[in-house]
Structures are given as C-alpha cells and as structure tokens.
Nanobody
C-alpha cells in the first residue's frame, strides 16, 4: 500500500497540528497503522500506533498530548498533536504493518520555542 503523509508545518511551542496519512487502498484489514518520527542526527523512533481493532499505543514522550485515530472508510490515519514542544521537531512517517512494512515519504514538523 502506498502512504502519503500531510499536515506538517511550522508551529509555535504549545500549538497543535493534525497529520494525515492517506493510503492508496483499504486499510480495514491492516493489522497496525503507526506513526514514527526522526529528528536530525537521531534514529527513527516510535510515536504511536493503532491496531485494526482500534487499540492505541503511545510513546511515553507523547502520551497525553498526541492522539492517533483511523478512518477505515477514508483509508486515512490521523495524528492529532497538541501542546507541541520544540523536541517534537522531526520528520513524521506513517507506517502500515500487514506482513509487509510500508512507509510514507514523511512530513516535516517544526516546533519553534
């Protein structure tokens, strides 16, 4: 499945952004849809994922601030990011796990202090 992220941008600390990940085909049966991020000079890290049953998991660093959701009818996964911090600055990637691992191209999020 092809994944296209959007919604990134520049925001001040304390602000919000909503990222979208649009899939080229149905995500109804995809086991896990997730978000990862990679900051300059750092390894890619887990942010959040949602299972086909709707269970959600978050990295401790974003728990309580970020919310992942999926709209199977629209083949889209969202990441609502609130109370953003400068350390959230990174390229955010969408991932589909279903036997294969498919990644999107990423969207840049920059949080200014």
């Amino acid at each position: 499945v092809q994944l296209v992220e959007s919604g990134g941008g520049l925001v001040q600390a304390g602000g919000s952004l909503r990222l979208s990940c649009a899939a080229s085909s149905s995500i109804f049966s995809i086991n896990i849809m997730g978000w990862y991020r990679q900051a300059p000079g750092k390894q890619r890290e887990f942010v959040a994922h949602i299972t086909s049953g709707g269970r959600t998991y978050y990295a401790d660093s974003v728990k309580g601030r970020f919310t992942i959701s999926r709209d199977n009818a629209e083949n889209t996964v969202y990441l609502q990011m609130n109370s953003l911090k400068p350390e959230d600055t990174a390229v955010y990637y969408c991932k589909a796990v279903y036997g294969n691992d498919d990644w999107g191209q990423g969207t840049q999020v920059t949080v200014s202090s």
